[in-house]
């Protein structure tokens, strides 16, 4: 039975340290700790990050197991973030997953961090419904942003990707230049929400085929402020909520333009959105309208699933182990490059 196979869900790609225990699909405990420290540099440092998952991973592990009230000798197998993502935190999940699971004597199961954020969906959860196969997703995070076709659990086809920064990417350097904290994304869509989304034309990046490009987008930003600075040193400040809107338009328009032309070519009806920009709500409002205008499903996850999270990694280990995958290899070396499908 599904409900007597506990999976322990590790995830430290970035600078989130996460741990989480589910009980066939339910989740149990999703324990997230996440990193403070790179705020003051604008960005993440992966030095900075590494050492943080050395000091959080124990106790947030122990957290993880203990709210569950479930023991060490009841787990089942543990899974982990194999890649992609930095390096340095990948080698602290993996090398206390591999070494726990070793002690345990049960399988540790590497993880593809990108599956893992479209599996989410099926964590058994009353704020989301599963979608059915096959399904095409828009995964948007920090470090990534792809058109996925889903055909299966295990079956995934990456049909487009950014050529240079992510998404999210884009959004906390542009968030930089405007002098927000990071992580910048979250603020530009609160700032947003009073803004003109119409007020500046910034560039929209075309490329070939279903890839796409945020790096024009951000020069274009860098390039519309100094202009405007010069005139008048305030600008920012006076114009805040509008530059955040139409950041934050210009990026919706970029990632629903090749949406929806893969769409209209794949002529499948099912949409999932993923990952952590997955949360803005200007996107998820985008998408609700472009679903419904062309009558297709859209699957929009819980937003506790959005983000990192040991409970994407639990999920996703859960279908390896009951699907017998080959990558239940405790002996995987972490990979900071891994497509999704290979």
């Known amino acids: 039975m599904s409900e007597n196979i506990i999976i322990l869900g590790i995830e430290t790609s970035c600078d989130d340290t996460s741990a989480a ?23 993440v440092v992966p030095e900075l990050a590494s050492r943080a998952h050395h000091l959080s991973i124990l106790p947030v592990v122990e957290t993880a197991l203990k709210e569950a009230g479930v023991s060490k000798k009841q ?8 890649g992609p993502g930095l390096m340095g ?3 602290v999940g993996s090398s206390f997953a591999r070494a726990m699971g ?5 399988p540790t199961i590497p993880v593809h961090h990108m599956e893992a954020h479209i599996l989410a969906h099926f964590i058994e959860d009353e704020i989301q419904t599963p979608p059915e196969f096959p399904f095409l997703c828009l995964t948007v995070s920090g470090g990534h942003t792809q058109l996925v076709l889903v055909s299966d659990f295990t079956a995934m086809e990456v049909l487009g990707q950014t ?3 992510a998404a999210g990417e884009a959004f906390d350097k542009i968030a930089k230049l405007l ?23 910034f560039a929209r990046p075309v490329v070939a085929g279903y890839d796409y490009s945020f790096s024009g987008l951000k020069t274009s930003v860098l390039y519309t402020l100094e202009k405007y600075i010069a005139k008048d040193p305030d600008f920012i400040q006076k114009n805040l909520n509008d530059i955040a809107a139409s950041v934050q338009q210009a990026i919706i ?3 629903l333009k090749k949406l929806l032309q893969a769409l209209k070519d794949t002529n499948i009806k099912r949409l999932a959105v993923a990952g952590g920009v997955s949360a803005n709500s200007a996107l998820r409002k985008s998408l609700i309208e472009l679903a419904d205008k062309m009558k297709i499903k859209l699957y929009l996850p819980n937003p506790a ?7 994407m990694i639990a999920i996703t280990g859960y279908y390896y182990f009951t699907k017998k995958i080959s990558r239940t290899d405790g002996h995987m070396s972490p990979v900071a490059r891994w497509m999704v499908g290979k």
Not at 21 to 43: D, E
Not at 180 to 192: H, T
């Open 305 to 311: 699933y959005c983000t990192d999270n040991g409970a």
């Open 21 to 43: 225990v589910l009980s066939g699909r339910k989740v149990l405990t999703n324990i997230v700790s996440s990193q403070k420290i790179h705020a003051q540099w604008g960005g």
């Open 102 to 106: 070793s002690a345990l004597n049960i």
């Open 253 to 255: 328009d970029t990632l």
């Open 75 to 82: 787990l089942t197998a543990i899974a982990y973030t194999r």
């Open 179 to 201: 002098g927000l904290p990071y992580p910048g994304g979250p603020m530009i869509d609160r700032l947003a929400k009073s803004g003109n989304p119409s007020a500046f034309q």
């Open 163 to 165: 050529t240079d920064d």
């Open 89 to 91: 935190s990948l080698l």
